[in-house]
């Protein structure tokens, strides 16, 4: 069982300063580990993470739309714009324009952004996959919970959304 910090029948509402500091540090590194491979992968390319959550969400949702994009990663027009040029130049991702609205770019990844993008992919799920073995099914419960908590109400539509995908 892991430690949590707490001693036995402390209520996790009344976590201390130093439990949280410990959580937010936890959260840091794991996220290095979980960006360290993606970023040698991406490396590659010249690309960066920026480039990996396009990829990423565009796989997750074929056909989103550019504004969908911007909504989901947070970043301003100009930046995407940016990233969005990168991969339709290097044929990793396809730009239709929309059929009911021809002002709307829909956006779809190529073969070659579909490789590169189970390359990153799997490169994660080798990860998390390692890290829920080791944690446990009610680690992993607790810690879908925890994320899903942290996240604004905006971006726990957009994970709701996608989660109804499969």
Known sequence: MADTGAQSGESLLFLTDEQLRKGIEAMFFAYRGFTADPDRILAEHEYGRAHHRAV???????GTTVNNLLAILGVTK???NR????LIEDGLVEARVGTRDRRER???????G????RKLSEAQRSRMRAAYRQAGPEAVA???QVLEAMMD???RRHF???KERG
Do not use: C, K, W
């Not at 990423?56 to 074929?62: C, D, G, L, S, T």
């Not at 829909?106 to 070659?112: D, F, S």
């Not at 579909?114 to 993008?117: D, T």
């Open 106 to 112: 829909h956006l779809y990844l190529t073969e070659a």
């Open 56 to 62: 990423h969400f565009i796989n997750r949702a074929p």
């Open 142 to 144: 607790g810690f879908r």
């Open 160 to 162: 709701a959304e996608l």
């Open 78 to 80: 100009q930046s995407l």
């Open 114 to 117: 579909a490789v590169l993008e």
């Open 153 to 155: 109400p905006d971006m």
């Open 83 to 86: 990233v969005l040029r990168t």
